[in-house]
């Protein structure tokens, strides 16, 4: 056997251990002239390593092998790259299992990304103080960075946003005059929304000094700024009494060791007597979240199972009264952002270059293929104290106008 | 001192120790001459213990020991019976803790009323083989024993339960020529309602000798025999394949120990491409079901808190989709049937006699509090594997005609 026949044997060997780790996926892998995988007959997509390190990484660690492998251009795709992520995701889903290198290396980012009040805001400014300027690119005109809901198919991302919104103020039963703490409020879409349409106050927390400066700057445009207050502070420094809580988009980012502080903070600012709604991106049951998302894109991030997360109203004797699973919504949201992305690549790879280019398209495709294949969900949980008032007959008010106002004249408490 | 002057003392001790474990309810408890608490100027309402020894098991127990007292007539209530027990519920949530007798005697009947296959069909037993003329005087015309769905406040008991089992129907999303399992289907009122108005073939299950015999009876009278199909069998027996799974008012029969039997019966009969809806009494939290209910009216009985039972579906990597919390809604169906209940107290007692008639009356009423003061919540669960293709868009078209004709339409697989 020659020297050339040998190592044509050893690719083909590692080719085999990467096609064994992702699963049954029809997808073609290729590296110099190895060709393995079934070919699929009508669309011959390919995943093409172009380097021996990127093929060794691969074994070592799948994900992150192809994650870094992608976002350096030592990876290409023929095809269509969500597409051929949700086939691979759907595969991994019965035979996945993480190499120990993969554990190893998910265990030690945990580590060093602990969501302790400094490590948090490190976090934070890894994603969010990106400059504006590259959010305005791809997301809606309000910038709102969170699962959008889209009434029909056919909404645009603008329309679905806005909706989004709106389903949350109806679902909180906002009356005029109340107080309402925004917990990680972005670049403060929902606060102001909130403000402007439902006549409440609100005390919005976010520790991205990049957000709170631009929501600031907004609140003054709309002449918001009695009603709406933007605090660059860490949800756990959030104190006062309020009526209502609401946190859309930020518990994936607080770590799941910090939820008995979460509950804590929900008890001393709504009690009892308040209700609040969690919007948030969660699992049919724990895992740990992708280690290559966590490395590149959101440090710190644990994407809870359903269960987990409701220890957080568990402990604090708050009753669930309503739980909507919207993760078809949320992998259309990202279909809109993914093609507003590729409309911007150059503006982005002026910004940042192309590596950044390639790693973002990848975590935004990524995503997409995670909510479809039900890998990842998004949750919106309703819960209220048991003295809270503004609990709801039916949900139907939700959704048309008439029930909506009915609802209102008929609430009578539970009370004789 | 005299010894009646010292009997008077030890007499008021007692009261007063009843007080401390029931809580700062505004009511009067009254033994003989001794009368304590906080007289409610404006309705006089009060506890009369008849007698020493059930003074001496209300300090001991005071669930047990009223629950019993108030049975055989030993305690004798001034005022709504309702208003009191949730004015107490109310005061015990914040101070209730449970005596060692409490605790030790609830640990004993957990153990003697386990949930094996025997121990289930005895349990079940109990309840649900009282002879079916008895739950035709107060239950609605088609005999549905669990929480109705007031779609307005002004519908009756009727319309309330046709409401539910629609509800759940279009839940579940119901296809014609679809296979769909019931576990736990009392008298066969939402079984036959499936093959009535959805045209899907139903296999129903039930361990109540008396309610299978009543539902087959009822297939035959309405000529669904060749549709539906009665099974007189534990749910652990079930077999065969499904396109759905739904269980309304089974999950607090069968015992927490028994959840993952629950969840892989859900696995092999519905798989990774179903779904299905669980619709059962919970709770905020973690805690033992009421001794006095478990011991004179539901032996075998627990009721999870919500974490609890998600945790079947999570073990299985069920998708949960919807959650909605309907606890005012059981609170008005059993003001329907407590009302039905005391206009059929005559039959009752000549059925069962007056201990029976105070018994049930108390567990009608005492649930009635537990669900307005949120002690108990009353949950809809539903759930899917990640190859189901009957995942809703939006909830609107639960809810209007029209969204749910486009939804229909809109339907399209996430896969492109």
Redesign the interface.
Same mark, same amino acid.
């Given at each position: 056997m020659s020297t050339a026949e040998r190592e044509s044997t050893l690719e083909n060997r590692l080719l085999r251990r990467i096609q064994g780790l992702i699963g049954q996926a029809p997808i073609q892998l290729e590296f110099d002239q190895e060709k393995i995988g079934p070919p699929d007959p009508t669309k011959n997509e390919s995943v093409v390593i172009r380097d021996r390190r990127t093929l060794a990484h691969m074994v070592l660690d799948p994900e992150l092998g192809f994650g870094d492998g992608y976002m350096q251009g030592r990876i290409e795709i023929n095809g269509?790259l =969500?597409?051929i992520l @949700?086939q691979v995701f759907r595969s991994m &889903?019965s035979s996945g299992k993480r190499s120990w290198y993969g554990r190893l290396f998910s265990n030690w980012l945990q580590h060093m990304q602990g969501n302790t009040r400094g490590g948090s805001a490190a976090n934070i400014h890894h994603h969010y103080d990106l400059n504006t300027d590259f959010y305005k690119l791809w997301l809606d005109s309000h910038l709102v960075y969170t699962c959008a809901? /889209?009434? !029909?198919?056919s909404a645009t991302l603008e329309e679905a946003q806005k909706a989004k919104l709106e389903h949350v103020c109806r679902k909180l039963r906002l009356q005029p005059g109340e107080r309402v703490v925004d917990a990680g409020c972005g670049w403060g879409a929902l606060a102001l929304h909130m403000a402007r349409h439902y006549g409440v106050s609100v005390q919005a927390f976010n520790i991205s000094h990049e957000q709170i400066q631009y929501a600031r700057a907004q609140a003054r445009r709309e002449g918001l700024t009695d009603q709406v207050t933007f605090v660059e502070d860490d949800y756990r420094n959030i104190s006062g009494r309020f009526d209502a809580f609401v946190s859309v988009g930020m518990l994936e980012h607080i770590g799941r060791e910090h939820y008995g502080e979460l509950g804590r903070v929900l008890q001393r600012t709504i009690g009892n007597s308040g209700r609040g709604l969690m919007h948030f991106i969660g699992r049919?049951?724990p895992a740990p979240f992708s280690t290559w998302i966590r490395k590149r894109i959101f440090p710190g991030a644990y994407v809870p199972?359903?269960?987990e997360a409701?220890?957080i /109203? @568990? &402990?604090q004797?708050?009753? =669930?009264?309503? =739980? @909507?699973?919207l993760? #078809?919504h949320y992998?259309k949201t990202l279909e809109h952002w993914l093609a507003r992305y590729e409309r911007s690549v150059e503006s982005v790879s002026s910004m940042f270059g192309p590596e950044f280019v390639r790693a973002w398209r990848l975590y935004l495709a990524g995503s997409i293929a995670s909510f &479809? !294949?039900?890998m990842l969900?998004l /949750?919106q949980v309703v819960f209220a104290g048991?003295a809270c008032r503004q609990?709801p007959? !039916? &949900?139907?008010y #939700?959704?048309?106008e008439s029930?909506r106002l @009915?609802n209102e004249s008929?609430w !009578?408490p539970?009370?004789?």
């Amino acid at each position: 056997m020659s020297t050339a026949e040998r190592e044509s044997t050893l690719e083909n060997r590692l080719l085999r251990r990467i096609q064994g780790l992702i699963g049954q996926a029809p997808i073609q892998l290729e590296f110099d002239q190895e060709k393995i995988g079934p070919p699929d007959p009508t669309k011959n997509e390919s995943v093409v390593i172009r380097d021996r390190r990127t093929l060794a990484h691969m074994v070592l660690d799948p994900e992150l092998g192809f994650g870094d492998g992608y976002m350096q251009g030592r990876i290409e795709i023929n095809g269509n790259l =969500v597409n051929i992520l @949700e086939q691979v995701f759907r595969s991994m &889903r019965s035979s996945g299992k993480r190499s120990w290198y993969g554990r190893l290396f998910s265990n030690w980012l945990q580590h060093m990304q602990g969501n302790t009040r400094g490590g948090s805001a490190a976090n934070i400014h890894h994603h969010y103080d990106l400059n504006t300027d590259f959010y305005k690119l791809w997301l809606d005109s309000h910038l709102v960075y969170t699962c959008a809901y /889209f009434p !029909t198919h056919s909404a645009t991302l603008e329309e679905a946003q806005k909706a989004k919104l709106e389903h949350v103020c109806r679902k909180l039963r906002l009356q005029p005059g109340e107080r309402v703490v925004d917990a990680g409020c972005g670049w403060g879409a929902l606060a102001l929304h909130m403000a402007r349409h439902y006549g409440v106050s609100v005390q919005a927390f976010n520790i991205s000094h990049e957000q709170i400066q631009y929501a600031r700057a907004q609140a003054r445009r709309e002449g918001l700024t009695d009603q709406v207050t933007f605090v660059e502070d860490d949800y756990r420094n959030i104190s006062g009494r309020f009526d209502a809580f609401v946190s859309v988009g930020m518990l994936e980012h607080i770590g799941r060791e910090h939820y008995g502080e979460l509950g804590r903070v929900l008890q001393r600012t709504i009690g009892n007597s308040g209700r609040g709604l969690m919007h948030f991106i969660g699992r049919n049951r724990p895992a740990p979240f992708s280690t290559w998302i966590r490395k590149r894109i959101f440090p710190g991030a644990y994407v809870p199972a359903l269960r987990e997360a409701l220890e957080i /109203f @568990e &402990r604090q004797n708050y009753s =669930v009264l309503d =739980v @909507e699973n919207l993760r #078809l919504h949320y992998a259309k949201t990202l279909e809109h952002w993914l093609a507003r992305y590729e409309r911007s690549v150059e503006s982005v790879s002026s910004m940042f270059g192309p590596e950044f280019v390639r790693a973002w398209r990848l975590y935004l495709a990524g995503s997409i293929a995670s909510f &479809r !294949t039900g890998m990842l969900q998004l /949750f919106q949980v309703v819960f209220a104290g048991s003295a809270c008032r503004q609990i709801p007959w !039916t &949900r139907a008010y #939700l959704y048309t106008e008439s029930a909506r106002l @009915e609802n209102e004249s008929q609430w !009578t408490p539970a009370r004789s």
